[in-house]
């Protein structure tokens, strides 16, 4: 089986550890899983989670990613014992955020293969392999790996490299729906893991580098249904197209439909306002000298409405990207008071090195429609990082960090610029704490050297990146 490897992204050890304090004995002692009923997961619990439950990647429906638990503390944490391990045997990557509900764990190991384990002895309970086409798994960046699943009613619901959506019930593993998201040979696999929006089961994509337009999708969680379908990259008509242009050396001067903007992260769910925002990958190909003009749609936040998916907002991170700084680490909702007010906002961090506070209060919006594509402004825009080189750090009126032309690759030259495509910051979750209103985030510190190559036509199974780089 063949698979396109970039090798760039941390890989974790194909086993499971599970570890305890070992002053609380009590935890091996509860009923095994495969002994008793499943309780099935319902809308409402994902509004207010049991402290001691993981139903989705992110935990939470704002995105925090933050335990509430205070049994281990930095004052125990030595006396941490492991009570069992497993192994998945398989030795791909492994990027699975486990979910876990009513004493079992959920993983997704390379490969798609989904194993189910009883939490506190670490019995296996089940297993389910995906027989993946070797086309798909030629389409797929970067290496044969799945972020997991999302737990609803009474199944396990998560997406595969050949781009479907499967509903696994999780007291047995067999397999209760099979829904085909898009054709991969459009370049288009899922890897990241579904939201759960009101009923409906929300799923990204990636496949950027392989020429794919973004989108984002609703599955009906019951019956496997598609009940919409919205991509990120504008066409003729919708609100920013005109800002994908094509250079002369493009034959296709419809560049939006082999654009990237793809949603390979996970957004989160903002339930007062009923949207959910979405983070978007880089423009394709990486060759930006194809593509002039700011590429709406592109490594931006966008704001789609809760039941129907339409486009109700958008930000952009980066214009016109020229380096494959995605938007992909793990957006999350704040409040916080600001000069007397209350502000309701998106915090992130970014692979160029900035720290985005955008506002999310859908009464501070703009018009979307027409020329007027960007209508969600910014509310603070400044480096986590030092060293970042692709900026002088000046911003615009909407708070876009502005590039230094001598950083411009869409020139015949090699030009070395910090961070590297690496980030900044990349999908290796964050994690906010309201309790202290703080974040946590991961960060990478390389620089790059990149320019623009000779582009050639789109085509299936091909990749679409026209870029020579290397990180220094």
């Known amino acids: 089986m063949g698979t396109m490897k970039r090798g760039l992204l941390a890989t974790v050890a194909s086993s499971l550890v599970l570890l305890t304090i070992a002053a609380v004995p009590a935890f091996c002692q509860l009923k095994d899983a495969s002994d008793r009923p499943y309780k099935p997961v319902t809308a409402e619990m994902y509004n207010n989670p049991a402290p001691t439950e993981w139903y989705q990647y992110r935990r939470t429906n704002d995105g925090a990613g933050f335990s509430p638990l205070k049994q281990i503390t930095p004052a125990n944490a030595k ?17 699975v955020v486990p979910v876990y509900h009513d004493g079992i764990l959920f993983i997704v190991a390379s490969y798609d293969v989904v194993f189910a384990l009883d939490a506190r002895s670490g019995k296996f309970l089940w297993r389910y392999d995906r027989d993946i086409p070797d086309k798909a798994l030629s389409v797929v960046c970067c290496d044969v790996v799945n972020k997991g699943g999302v737990l609803y009613g009474d199944n396990f619901i998560y997406g595969t490299i050949d781009a479907h959506l499967v509903a696994l019930n999780a007291k047995t593993g067999a397999v209760v729906w099979d829904t085909k998201v898009t054709d991969y040979s459009e370049g288009t696999t899922i890897t990241n893991a579904p939201v759960v929006v009101h009923d409906k089961i929300i799923t990204g994509m ?9 989108f984002l999708m609703a599955i009906n969680a019951e019956d496997g249904k598609i009940a919409w379908k919205t991509f990120t990259i504008p066409a003729p008509g919708e609100p ?22 793809t949603t390979w992260t996970n957004g989160y769910y903002d339930e007062k306002n009923d949207i959910f925002w979405q983070p978007t990958g880089n423009p394709g190909p990486w060759a930006a000298y194809v593509r002039p003009g700011a590429n709406a749609g592109s490594s931006s936040l966008i704001g789609f409405d809760g039941k129907d998916g339409h486009i109700v907002g958008m930000y952009q991170t980066v214009i016109h990207d020229m380096w494959d700084y995605d938007n992909i680490s793990q957006p999350f909702a704040v409040d916080f008071m600001k000069d007397g007010k209350e502000v309701h906002a998106t915090f992130e961090t970014h692979k160029d090195g900035f720290t985005y506070v955008i506002d999310r209060d859908p009464k501070h919006f703009g018009p979307y429609g027409g020329k007027d594509w ?8 400044k480096p986590f990082m030092d060293g970042i080189t692709w900026t002088k750090g000046n911003l615009d009126e909407k708070m876009h960090p502005l590039y230094d032309p001598a950083k411009d690759s869409t020139t015949p030259n090699l030009v070395d610029v910090c961070p590297s495509f690496l980030g900044g910051t990349n999908y290796l979750v964050p994690s906010y704490d309201k309790a202290t209103k703080t974040a946590y985030i991961s960060g990478n510190y390389w620089c790059e050297t990149i320019k623009g190559t000779p582009i050639q036509p789109w085509a299936p199974f091909k990749a679409y990146v026209y870029a020579e780089f290397t990180c220094t």
């Open 374 to 381: 960007e209508n969600v402004p910014a509310i603070y825009v």
């Open 240 to 261: 920013g197209n005109d800002t994908w242009g094509a250079s002369a050396e493009v034959a296709d001067k419809d560049t939006w439909k082999h654009s990237g903007g």
């Open 79 to 95: 006396s941490l014992e492991p009570i069992w391990s497993f192994s998945t045997g398989l030795t791909k990557g492994h990027e």
């Open 206 to 214: 990636t496949g950027g580098e392989f020429g794919a337009r973004g």
